[in-house]
């Protein structure tokens, strides 16, 4: 996950998600491989496809990348306030 502000502050984060492809497709909730991955981090042996959209999130990589860069967001835009004198 990338945040660029205008003043050239660049913030990243990245994350993971650990899991296993099968040699079958199973679920229709999601795209790409999603009906072909198993991911480690979950109760029991479902596809990426087979979780419901709150399950997948909460153990995505794209939903730990948002949630670790969104308060270093905020404190960058925060402190841009603070420096302008807004706030």
């Known amino acids: ?3 660029v502000d205008p003043d050239g502050t660049e ?3 990245t994350a993971t998600m650990e899991g296993h492809v099968i040699h079958e497709v199973r679920g ?4 790409g491989y999603d009906p072909m991955f198993v991911p480690d981090e ?5 596809t990426s ?3 419901s959209s ?3 999130d909460a153990i995505s990589h794209r939903g730990k990348a948002v949630r670790a860069i969104v308060p ?3 404190a960058h835009l925060n402190g841009s306030r603070s420096e302008q004198g807004e706030g």
């Open 42 to 46: 979950q109760d029991g042996s479902l």
């Open 54 to 56: 709150e399950a997948k």
């Open 72 to 74: 270093a967001v905020i």
């Open 11 to 13: 913030l990243t984060e």
């Open 49 to 51: 496809a087979e979780m």
């Open 1 to 3: 996950m990338a945040f």
């Open 28 to 31: 229709g909730n999601g795209f």
